[in-house]
């Protein structure tokens, strides 16, 4: 008989399970010896884009910050934003004032920073005294008497006419009479006037000479009232051409004053001499306005009280802005983004005006730099579309949304204002892709990336980045200073949250939650500077605040209500590793895997799958097994066996294939009828050729099966089997690493499904010969020669149907129900 050679299992030494780091290699003994010098960490090539996005001006080359939640998106982005518009030029004030001309379009004008709240002060100080000094004027003498004099002058006319009529009426026996209804022309007998029954008396021939003279009297009223209407016209414009004269006099001056502290603004000059006329046209309103309700003068509702007409609405206002304005808008709804009309109430009715003009977060960051959050971006259509059409076209429009428009009342339509922003996006990976993908409009305004990694190499020079993290947070927060061992461990933590020994995580928002609450139990211990053991306690109470759904799996196993075996060898049955997510807690548990084997058509039937309690990844890691099983056992015959998979006692949905390892091996064990150890617990993904591949949260699976193992004593004999190439991510606790030391618990790695066999079962798993024959004794080899019992089987019961009549029905119901259930399932051998 040949000798075989022994197995050799490869075990992970101590040293491999956790890369430390000394605190001898820092030059300080507590972090307050070192310099303050705040830094960006980790980063460089998101905040390399962020400094070229922000650099470059043409069209389109917006940013875009993407990255996981706690590596810095926020602070860095925020810091280098600031930095680079502190060293920007300061943009100008915008000022909303009336268009004299349509009401319902208000003018904008640009004006030099701090220029803007000084048109407003000047014009409030214009429009207070503007109604006395009018009416002041109106007042005085010289104005009484030049008003006097015309209007005494179109008196006299008015006399001389109506007594020229007044005389050829009595030299014709007529009187001009005057009545509340005006003047008339009425024929006179014996001194009175004669009435229409006495006129109707007279004889034919007097009828004919009193009607022949009215007629000419007539005549002579109707062109008497013609000159003397045209004379009050001329009186009128005269009247008006005075008092238009006199306003011009009484706020030319004033106006001028303005227009030549203003002198180098064109448009503000412009607006002033259309004040000055609007005024000299309006003079009579500013005049009645003295007696009446100011309210009252409002003929429309776009027209503002004239108290209130030249108001300027300061929409912008950089007088205090140092640099180019940063505006971070967190909740960009409609309204915040691109500013507002607002309504008031006057005689009951809702109305508005310019200086209800609200300015938005495109007003407040045009000429600098917008940060706006791309989620909620999302969440309103008409947002996106809006800032789209703004960026496009280089104008801010204020204006009701498409299909927001309310019915309330006439609305302003303000002149829009040229934009020059820049835009950054912070957000999700998902939401970039997702935007990239399908809208056309995002590839060509958001043309830079900037993408936020979740971890660095660990370096001794990003070790140290870590250190100066640390000293800055307790600068910055007033917190006690860490001992060299303290943020040793701080960089350990660093490489847990990376998974990986050659790693740093940089969501230092974890790092420094972990660096406030150490510093907490510091002082909580009296401690003067951070220990070490202050950042485990740390750590320690961190797990204990959010663990106690992983403290209830573990006393169901303890208890033995969650079946979980750690001795002995069964055969179908492997401890698989799962891990599981409450809110944002991760932990590991062991979990047992089952199958069962049996003669059919060549289906595996995933348990979990037919009842949708598995996602995808579960899925394709299950057709990956079947894959690998056709392959290496289908290539000369069918496959004559059905098997079914399960995770006993699992009651959530699972997902993922890190389990397919596990899965092949119990299949393999229920088919070879060999049976496996239950004092291993095995992880890995595994392709179709039976290579074993990585798979992720691989510290804490072998911490959950550790813990069940400690609970019930370690032997010496427990372990786990991960994949060789996961070997570098291993950041094990403590304890985990002492066990392993101390010889009682064992790392397996495994490059392939054989070795894992190998492994679990004591038995070589067995490769073909060139004869393609699997040695005896072999897993594979076990596996083959139940497979061909299963054939012959199968051919044993084709050779009796073909005695039968094809056509013939089932003998029974129960018949029937079973060739459908061979037949239902559709994962088929390849």
Request: aromatic share 8%.
């Amino acid at each position: 008989m040949e000798k075989t050679e022994p197995m050799v299992f490869r075990k992970l030494p101590p040293d491999a399970l956790y890369r430390v780091c000394d605190p001898g290699t820092f030059t300080f003994t507590i972090t307050d010896e070192l310099p303050y010098a705040p830094t960006l960490i980790g980063q460089d090539r998101a905040v390399e884009a962020i400094h070229f996005g922000l650099d470059i001006q043409s069209p389109g080359f917006n940013v875009f910050v993407m990255g996981p939640t706690g590596t810095g998106r926020r602070s860095i982005l925020s810091r280098i934003v600031h930095e680079q518009a502190s060293q920007a030029e300061t943009p100008n004030d915008w000022v909303y004032v009336n268009h004299f001309t349509e009401l319902g379009t208000p003018r904008a004008i640009s004006l030099p920073p701090g220029q803007g709240a000084e048109l407003r002060a000047d014009m409030e100080r214009f429009n207070s005294g503007l109604m006395d000094r009018l009416l002041q004027a109106f007042e005085t003498d010289q104005y009484a008497e030049a008003r006097e004099t015309l209007e005494q002058q179109f008196r006299s006319a008015q006399q001389e006419e109506l007594a020229a009529v007044d005389t050829a009426c009595r030299e014709r026996g007529f009187a001009l009479v005057r009545s509340p209804s005006g003047l008339y022309i009425s024929p006179v007998r014996d001194g009175e006037l004669l009435t229409p029954e006495a006129f109707s008396q007279l004889e034919t021939e007097d009828r004919a000479a009193v009607e022949q003279n009215l007629d000419v009297l007539d005549d002579m009223l109707s062109s008497a009232m013609r000159r003397l209407r045209e004379y009050e016209r001329r009186t009128q414009a005269a009247v008006e051409r005075l008092d238009r004269e006199v306003a011009n006099f009484t706020v030319s001056p004033l106006v001028e004053e303005l227009r030549e502290k203003y002198t180098d603004q064109e448009e503000v000059r412009e607006y002033l001499s259309e004040v000055l006329q609007d005024i000299i046209e309006n003079v009579n309103t500013f005049r009645s306005e003295g007696d009446e309700n100011p309210e009252d003068d409002s003929t429309s509702l776009l027209e503002i009280p004239v108290h209130q007409r030249y108001r300027v609405n300061l929409l912008v206002d950089n007088a205090h802005t140092q640099g180019a304005p940063v505006i971070i808008e967190d909740v960009p709804t409609y309204d915040k983004l691109f500013g507002r009309i607002e309504y008031d109430v006057r005689r009951g009715a809702s109305v508005t005006d310019y200086t209800l003009i609200r300015p938005g977060a495109l007003h407040r960051a045009n000429g600098g730099y917008l940060i706006l959050d791309a989620e909620a971006l999302m969440d309103d259509p008409y947002v996106w579309t809006g800032l789209k059409r703004a960026l496009f076209g280089g104008l801010i429009r204020i204006e009701s949304p498409d299909g927001q428009q309310l019915v309330r009342t006439v609305t302003p339509i303000p002149e829009p204002i040229p934009l020059h922003v820049k835009v950054i996006l912070r957000g999700s990976p998902h939401i970039y892709y997702a935007l990239y993908a399908y809208d056309e409009d995002f590839a060509k305004l958001f043309k830079v990336l900037s993408d936020f990694d979740s971890e660095m190499d660990r370096t001794p020079d990003s070790e140290l980045t870590y250190v100066q993290f640390v000293r800055t947070l307790t600068e910055d927060e007033h917190l006690p200073p860490f001992t060299a061992e303290a943020v040793a461990r701080v960089v350990e933590y660093g490489s847990r949250l990376a998974e990986h020994q050659e790693r740093l995580s940089t969501q230092f928002g974890q790092i420094a939650d972990l660096v406030r609450e150490a510093a907490y139990w510091a002082k909580k211990g009296g401690h003067t500077a951070v220990q070490r053991a202050d950042v485990l306690a740390a750590m320690r109470q961190q797990k204990r605040r959010v663990s106690l759904g992983e403290e209830y799996a573990h006393r169901a196993i303890a208890e033995g209500s969650l079946v979980i075996a750690t001795s002995g060898t069964v055969i179908g049955q492997v401890n698989g590793l799962t891990v599981t997510s409450l809110g944002g807690y991760v932990y590991g548990l062991p979990s047992r895997i089952t199958a069962r084997a049996y003669v059919g058509r060549g289906n595996v039937l995933d348990i979990h799958r037919e009842v949708q309690m598995s996602g995808p990844l579960h899925g394709k890691g299950l057709l990956t097994l079947v894959g690998y099983f056709g392959g290496q056992y289908g290539t000369d015959h069918s496959l004559s066996m059905e098997a079914s998979l399960s995770f006993e006692q699992t009651y959530d949905d699972i997902d993922g294939d890190s389990a397919s390892c596990a899965e092949l091996c119990v299949l393999i064990s229920s088919m070879a009828e060999v049976p496996l150890r239950q004092d291993l617990a095995v992880t890995g993904a595994v392709d179709q050729h039976g290579r074993v591949l990585p798979i992720g949260a691989v510290n804490e699976k072998i911490e959950g099966f550790f813990e069940v193992c400690r609970q019930r004593g370690l032997t010496g004999t427990q372990g786990v089997v991960i994949p060789a190439i996961n070997a570098r991510n291993l950041m094990l606790r403590e304890d985990v690493v002492e066990a392993v030391r101390a010889g009682q618990f064992h790392i397996y790695v495994v490059e392939t499904v054989d070795e894992g066999l190998e492994l679990l079962t004591g038995l070589p798993a067995g490769e073909r010969d060139a004869d393609g024959v699997f040695p005896d004794g072999s897993i594979h080899a076990l596996v083959a020669a139940r497979l061909r019992k299963f054939a012959e089987h199968v051919k044993s019961e084709r050779a009796d149907a073909e005695d039968n009549d094809p056509d013939d029905p089932p003998e029974s119901d129960a018949d029937a129900v079973a060739i459908v259930e061979r037949t239902r399932y559709s994962t088929v051998w390849a």
